[in-house]
């Protein structure tokens, strides 16, 4: 089944411990992205990449690393997570050539 | 970078035809429109994608007049699973950038 996953689905840290979530796709996509969703702002673009070793900054990068060493995989690193990077976290796929992103179940973010 | 507006929230009543508008006024010549629903906790899902005059699939129409400041997603006939937030997404692709801006989203609640 053509999917993206997410690991973990829900995650509870405190501040200052660092954490990875993980995101995999098995369609190939050359495009991969990170969001996250707050109530009343929508969806908001972390980071994006084109390729492997290809990443760049979206709307909202501060505090967020990515890498893009394998095509399959894109995670998402979070150095020292502080209370505003509560959040609801998606990550998405898709071909270069088309518009359709796939997205993932979703990462439910807390940081105390 | 192409920044769209959206109606905040919508009301319809079952078996009606649905009509959300978004404007785009300063979209590229190379970006595709792209809207997307999501239903609460689940990541979006794609709906319908358009570049000029109309597009129709199965779910919904896609009308995009000339000067393309403007699109309009039209739901037919919607029950209450088409309740969700839909999603207005203009590409920024020039230059090989992929930085997607999605809107905050409208959000439509269909009544019995």
């Known amino acids: 089944e053509a999917q993206v996953t997410q690991n973990p689905r829900y995650l509870i840290t405190v501040t200052g411990k660092k954490l990875t979530v993980t995101c995999s796709q098995n369609?190939?996509?050359?495009?991969m992205s990170w969001y996250r969703q707050d109530p009343g702002l929508g969806l908001r673009q972390i980071y994006y990449?084109?390729?492997?070793?290809?990443?760049d900054k979206g709307d909202v990068p501060e505090g967020y690393k990515v890498s893009r060493k394998e095509k399959r995989n894109f995670p998402l690193i979070l150095e020292s997570p502080s209370p505003n990077q509560t959040s609801l976290y998606f990550c998405?796929?898709?071909?270069?050539?088309?518009?359709?992103?796939?997205f993932g179940p979703g990462t439910r973010l807390t940081v105390l | 970078l192409a920044k769209t507006t959206q109606p905040i929230s919508m009301d319809s009543y079952e078996g009606q035809e649905v009509n959300i508008t978004c404007s785009h006024n300063?979209?590229?010549?190379?970006?595709?429109i792209t809207w997307y629903q999501q239903f609460p906790s689940q990541g979006p899902r794609f709906i319908i994608q358009g570049y000029k005059t109309k597009v129709t699939n199965e779910v919904a129409s896609l009308f995009i007049p000339a000067d393309r400041k403007s699109s309009t997603l039209s739901l037919p006939r919607v029950s209450l699973s088409d309740t969700a937030v839909y999603y207005c997404?203009?590409?920024?692709?020039?230059?090989?950038?992929?930085?997607?801006?999605f809107g905050k989203g409208t959000k439509l609640s269909v009544i019995p």
């Open positions: 998405a796929s898709k071909p270069v050539s088309y518009n359709e992103q796939f």
């Open positions: 990449s084109m390729n492997v070793e290809v990443t």
């Open positions: 369609m190939n996509h050359e495009y």
């Open positions: 997404l203009v590409g920024l692709s020039g230059a090989g950038s992929y930085q997607l801006t």
């Open positions: 300063n979209i590229a010549t190379n970006d595709y």
